[in-house]
């Protein structure tokens, strides 16, 4: 879609059929196979390897995309979401490391840090560690150095303090927090970085699943702080190595 | 109620009938008057004056109030959420001060400040600063000195540790904020005092009225925070006070 | 970060080196272990002992925390929210002693109990009694006298009313209640000393998990009452000990 | 439709053509006119007078309406929700009484009490009179004798249970609260009559517009406790009318 | 409390001590056991059993409970939300019948119907009848005649007008629905009984727990109309009977 | 974008340029003016004029975008949403016709009724009426002959069977209701016609401003019915044109 | 109900008495068991089999059901929410298909497809195939040629662009998506057939179980769309039935 | 606070008391005036001049907190959320420029355009352009040149891919919103950059005042892309200007 008129010029010079320019819109990008249509499109924009959303897929249907990546030249894959169970299969037909407690999977090698400089995951309490792990083994596998700051939570803001060289150093940094999710607003009125608040659902009662860290985050009177879904690690280790890797655009 | 005892015994030894014992035990702890049930028994237990809300009162029936309350031996009283509107039609028949940030009128003399220490008020922004001052009119009222510190959102956290000094020394403090609230953490885990947090309905969008910064209260990850209504100064500058004058009960 | 003045002096007068003295404000008031961050601050400001939230926790962590704990001089740990299967595990390794039905367990002994008065916990109804439990026990455990008032709910208000003398006499109430939560409000305007309320997700159907009482207890129209999270029976016994070792600051 | 059975016969005796039943199934019970369907049907079913909700109504529809009625037979007209604009036009053409504070106009004599007791409409507060008045009114109209406890909540127990007589002696009970609604659950607790709490819109903050209060009541722990919505004095009056005027059914 | 009159009368006469009057006060309407306070004040206020709410409660407890109700001269025993596991432990000690679907056991014999006229339970779908048995059982508990009208939803308009006849001669209908709850409307504008209407948690997505059923019953056009709780058969059910059984209270 | 494989083809055979196809794919469905991208493309699709939203848009910008829209050949234009004020302006440059109570303007001439059959617009009560003028004024300016059956409510069921013929008749029934919006199931459950279902704001307290009948609808048990947002007539209008004139695609 | 007009005159005509009459109203459109009333009207109305909806039915209420279907001449039924283990006890009595992902079980033929044209159903990912089948083999069993467009979601629009041609071929399209559920937006703007949207409980965190799809799909600023319950798959091929067989009704 | 070790090597230089240090610590990074406490810090950090939150806050107070930040050597100065007639005030004592569609007001002359590359805003409707233009105006105030894209909705995706080119050339996307907004994962899934989402409070009915597009925009199926509150543009103008300035930090 993006490249209309490159096709369009090839068509015009009759390098290209039509019904082939046509053929060509709709199939490159992506492959249909049975149950899914694996986007390759991802790659060619940032340059960095595929991702597979492991939840509510089967091992096998995991290991079908995995070769159809394979197959299409992908060398590293990063799959989030995924339960032990599944990893006990599928790492019998390939050579995968899992991390239990992010639920994460990797196929290939990290990519070799580059990026702006380094992205600081700081969690409210230990319980985030899961969520802060599946943002900073996202943002390690595209290409970032990860500083891991847990259990920094504001009502012992001496814990947070004693750790302002890494926060001021962050090229982004992520603020994983449930209950209140104040972490994110103390951060943002600390660092002069993007901060990315991340709300989990940690918390039990009034937290009513993470949303109220959600909207505390959304709220937060510190500028400089946007919020992605609860519980959102991919998302946020994402979303800092595409900051990471700004590049002039002139 | 509280004496049934009292009462009882005074039947007993036939100093009181048995009809005069029920009527005591019905009329003596407040007043009806046309339109309402004027609890003096709030004065008798506290040692406090009495407090008017006049949210939904008409300035008629504040003045018929005021008179009731001045018949039975007030000699202070406290009206909050009073209308300007009101408070001129007010002031022709009774001398009262006006306060109109906080929306509060003052009849008679403040207490001489007593108990244990100061209540130091804090807000996140100047918006919140209505609600303060009805707290912190609330507790000056009732015999408390306060300590008001405005501004300290946690955005900007030199601001709140620059008054250390204060906060720590606090008998009780008053942590009042909208947006995300996340003030009511910061302060909860600095100070060995109770905290009385207040969320207010600054804010606009996700803030919801100030429920984001409720649920962020009540989720605090600090103890020793305990949170009352939404922009209920009043509740909260009445229990500071309450708190401030703990005595032995032993 | 609180001592800073202290910090700053010693500088002064060369007693202390600036790496020392940054080293001294960032290690000292905790300890970094693998996966957290333990705060020996609360102990200093409180005199209490040391608390440990078990939810989420695995067991081994639970042993490698408490066994920094007593490395740092702790004697008595309160630990909340512990399963039974962890407790099986722990008590391998230490003497605990395990409460099942408020899933709290404390290592040492409790606290003579000391303060202004006794701490009267009610419930509402039998369901609420887990929530009470761990409430009362952390009061105990920080040195409390505790009076438990089970089963006292609104709807048979003679129950309430046959206890109204351990409810006046007492210095702290905090009221329990799940389904309509109305305990705190007929609590908190028959007597004087503050009232803290605990919502419960006790319930069913429109009580929504504890928030239909949440909502009743922050609307209450009896002064002197403020709210912790649904079901954080420690919030209440830990706050309530601060109101009742309240002393003069002056 | 209720009296298919008896067309039936008529049709089958000879005595009514296909036509004119299929006419008299669909046009007896209401009369179109231009804008509404009137209902003739309930003064059929109750013996009692017609109501307008008058709520976005313009006045000319409610005087076309109140035209359409007379000529239909009735004698006496209820309306709720009447705003006093409205009412000055009306009264123009007919001759009705205002009640300003309930938003209430009657057209023609209040019926003569009956039924099998009185109605107690109690309120928490004063700003819940509007509503009360609204039911109050309403189970005037349709005959009963009603009972007004005003500002009676919770807060001041003593307030209401000086009153228990009256509770007592009840035939049916409406208690109308905003705020947290405990009101309900109490008197619910204390006598034997069926009790129809209304919500009020009256509080602020986290009372939501009378949600609160809502849950609150539909979670009473006390049983014969029903529920009518926000604000809806009249359902509650309507529905009191017919408890208190129920016969033998066999 | 309701006698206080009584009490003080013999106080008076020298009949009765003062400590012992205190005494009366305190301990007659109710018994203290280890974990509840069973409440047999309502059989002196409705003439009917006690009933035991089965939910949060062990096999153990409950068997207890029963133990002191017939101790205290009970001969029949209502339990609701009582689990088959439950049940199979307590059939060991009494003779009781368990109705598995309203999961509701039964010690004694039912009352003998009385009462103004027969009560029709009616629901939407046949997921409801549990909540609908729940009600049914516990009017004929308390001695009523109930109509049982299953599977009646408005969808299908002809099932619910076929029964016509039964909803008219209802002396009180109890309509019971899930999903969109329209059943009380449709009832409530066809009969001129009371209706009380139960939302049910049957359904899924936007039904919200029952909460969609529960908002659009609160909001019915039909007057005459009240809800209960969230698959609150029993309240339904004991409310149904109070009404069925009014008295002239004159 | 629709016609990619045209533009291809003219690129092909060099009756276009390359960068005219590009300027063509971009230009051709809409026209940017000053502050609005005007959109032709929908009648290509639908053969229907275009339609103004007319909320958030100063007179002036209607104005502008009528002038724009005659300019490219539209004679037919339907103005949703559009105050009397806004009105008032507008005619002064435009023949246009007000329709005051659906807000709704029409310039040029309705198109003559076609399509498979009529519309039956239906609404629960007579504050409906608004969003059920919106919907038929919208039906009718598309070509549809429309029905309309107001004040209908399930509350007086047999207003609704008395209309029974109009229901089955119909091709599309659009069915509008506030409150507890029932009226769409009852009407599903009569009808083999798609019921097209329109919650409005109508009500008060627990109607949460329309929210309690958009769920009530969507849960409605009658297949068929399908909803669109709170008081959106037009896009239950829209779509009725849109079912009314199906065609075989074979 | 709705012939009443043929009943009544085989009344009048003496074709058949007013008892048999009544009776016949009662009994003719449906079918009372022991636990439900079986509804026939359908197929008289629409000419497609009857469905059994799955949920909350032992397997021997459905085979109950199935049998008395077969016994009043249903020849095809539609099975949703079935789950596999009342699969297996009902194949041992009916030769029924299984389709395990949709949960749906077929008994008979499927009809051969009729209709307008084409139904598309199209998902955003893979997870919402589930939900998906259920729509499509409703559809296909109701007589409807089905187009299948999984895993088109709009963050790879090229995915779904590349299928434009079947969407604009389509006769009616569903759209089922959870998460934002954009992809009803998107297509609504592409066709001009009705697009039936249907929110997926697919999703975590902020999608709160479907209502964020589902609050998306109903403010589309598409026109042309509508919405059926979280996961209703089957509402959506009903309705898509309805609509593709529209017929003209003049 | 960030500068705690040159402020000790001063002291232990003995170039500063410890008491001047304490009051470095204190009042450097702002300045407290009567009702606020004015932050400097910010300018140190980014380099930016100040922005006054103007909602809530007086004409006269901010005069007064211009004159500070003008003595404090600002020489620029953003006002966002200015009501016109506040405006009208403060332009006599200041010369600022004011927008009045965004409710922006500018003091100082805009920076030179700088950072990595141009920062689109783009919109769904008309509607959404005041809080495109309050985001657009804080870019060009920090110094970023701003392309505007408005009126660009998925409903009409031909108008959004006509401006491709502009999207993938963006250094970063702000994508603004209301109804269902889609917006933002369409274009997330067409653009390499970071997309910062503005929900907006644009709609009506189920929108919830943006909650509904806040939603749809956190659970976008898109990577990269981050929300910020509801209608706040200059929260995302601020982010988008951080991150168009990233600079490598190595």
Redesign the interface.
């Known amino acids: 879609?993006?490249d209309?008129?490159e096709i369009?010029?090839l068509?015009?010079s009759?390098e290209m059929?039509?019904d082939d320019?046509?053929h060509e819109?709709?199939?490159m990008?992506?492959k249909e196979i049975d149950?899914?249509?694996i986007?390759f499109?991802?790659k060619i924009?940032?340059g960095a390897g595929e991702?597979i959303y492991g939840?509510?897929?089967t091992p096998l249907?995991i290991v079908k995309i995995i070769e159809v990546m394979l197959e299409n030249g992908q060398d590293k894959i990063l799959i989030t979401r995924l339960s032990k169970e599944a990893f006990e299969i599928i790492k019998k037909d390939y050579d995968i490391k899992y991390y239990e407690r992010a639920k994460v999977a990797i196929y290939g090698e990290l990519e070799k840090p580059s990026g702006?400089?380094?992205i600081v995951v700081a969690t409210?309490?230990?319980?985030d560690?899961p969520v802060a792990e599946e943002a900073a083994l996202t943002a390690e596998f595209l290409g970032n150095e990860v500083v891991r700051l847990?259990?920094?939570?504001?009502?012992?803001?001496?814990?947070l303090?004693?750790?302002?060289d890494e926060l001021?150093?962050?090229?982004v940094v992520i603020a994983i927090a449930?209950?209140?999710?104040?972490l994110a607003?103390?951060i943002?009125?600390?660092v002069?970085?993007?901060v990315?608040a991340v709300?989990t659902?940690?918390?039990?009662?009034?937290?009513?699943?993470?949303?109220?860290?959600?909207?505390?985050?959304?709220?937060?009177?510190?500028?400089?702080?946007?919020?992605?879904?609860?519980?959102?690690g991919?998302?946020a280790g994402?979303?800092a190595n595409?900051?990471?890797h700004?590049?002039?655009?002139?």
Chains 1, 2, 3, 4, 5, 6, 7, 8 share one sequence.
């Open positions: 879609m993006m209309e008129r369009l010029k068509v015009k009759g059929t039509v320019a046509v819109l709709k199939t990008p992506f149950f899914a249509k986007d499109h991802r924009r940032t991702v939840a509510g897929k249907e702006l400089g380094k409210g309490g230990t319980s560690i847990y259990d920094v939570g504001v009502a012992g803001l001496h814990r303090l004693s750790h302002i001021v150093d962050a090229s449930g209950m209140e999710g104040a607003s103390v943002g009125g600390l002069d970085a993007p990315i709300p659902s940690v918390g039990y009662g009034a937290s009513l699943g993470g949303v109220a860290a959600l909207l505390s985050m959304l709220n937060s009177c510190a500028s400089g702080v946007s919020v992605v879904n609860i519980d959102n991919f998302g994402y979303l595409t900051i990471n700004m590049e002039a655009k002139r």
